[in-house]
């Protein structure tokens, strides 16, 4: 149980142009979900939290404007990357939070490699 | 901000039990530690956590000083599919949900 897909896996992009990647909970329910950002030979940093129903809250240094957030529904939530240019080229991981957990567990999607031209 | 500390990288012979040490000093009472680990271009998986008792499950045991500044991720019998990066977190106190990742033991099984 608790599987998280993402979709697309990969995506190749122009500069300039804006890229929307799905992070879905297959057999739970997630009030929270996150959005984590690996560049690579490097670890997890995490962006944003997104809560179903509400704004979400970006960390230090992460432009709101740029990666956007939606949470609307306890199954899915979206980032899309806006006027994407090359240095946003980077694997992008989501998580969800079942919303019964006790433990607050995560489980991570597979990620989605974002390449800007 | 990461609150853990961990070697780079260590090496372990197939079949052989692999430990993995982590350092977090700065742990508060009633904050969790998790361990996950990273194969290459993959999410992370979840492999274990505990507060202050040793745990074990299917995939590894996960042993907890007493005063609760470092921990140990046991793996019985390591193979070469358990070669990946291996990842400490404390789960920040003040935010339960929040996880913030350090840099991580790339740990390398060898036949």
């Known amino acids: 149980g608790a599987v998280v897909s993402q979709h697309p896996s990969w995506v190749i992009c122009k500069s300039g142009t804006s890229v929307k990647i799905e992070c879905r909970s297959l057999?739970?329910?997630?009030?929270?979900m996150f959005w984590y950002r690996q560049f690579p030979k490097q670890s997890l940093m995490l962006m944003a939290t997104?809560?179903?129903?509400?704004?979400?809250?970006?960390e230090q240094g992460v432009e709101k404007d740029k990666f956007l957030i939606n949470h609307a529904s306890l199954t899915l939530s979206t980032l899309t990357v806006t006027s994407a240019h090359p240095e946003d080229s980077s694997f992008y991981i989501c998580?969800?939070?079942?919303?019964?957990?006790?433990?607050?567990?995560?489980?991570f999607g597979p990620g989605t490699r974002l390449t800007v031209l | 901000d990461a609150k853990t500390t961990q070697p780079p990288s260590m090496d372990c012979a197939e079949g052989r039990a692999a430990n993995l040490p982590c350092n977090h000093s700065?742990?508060?009472?009633?904050?969790?530690v998790y361990w996950y680990r990273q194969i290459h271009s993959q999410g992370p998986q979840y492999i274990i956590h505990?507060?202050?008792n040793n745990e074990t499950n299917e995939m590894a045991s996960l042993i907890i000083t007493e005063d609760r500044k470092s921990s140990t991720l046991i793996l019985p019998h390591a193979t070469l599919r358990d070669t990946a990066v291996y990842y400490c977190?404390?789960?920040?106190?003040?935010?339960?949900?929040?996880?913030?990742f350090g840099s991580g033991t790339k740990l390398n099984v060898k036949p």
């Open positions: 998580s969800g939070l079942p919303r019964t957990s006790g433990s607050n567990e995560q489980f």
């Open positions: 057999d739970f329910q997630a009030t929270t």
């Open positions: 997104s809560n179903e129903g509400s704004k979400a809250t970006y």
């Open positions: 700065t742990i508060s009472g009633n904050e969790y």
């Open positions: 505990g507060l202050k």
């Open positions: 977190i404390v789960r920040v106190g003040y935010n339960f949900n929040k996880f913030y």
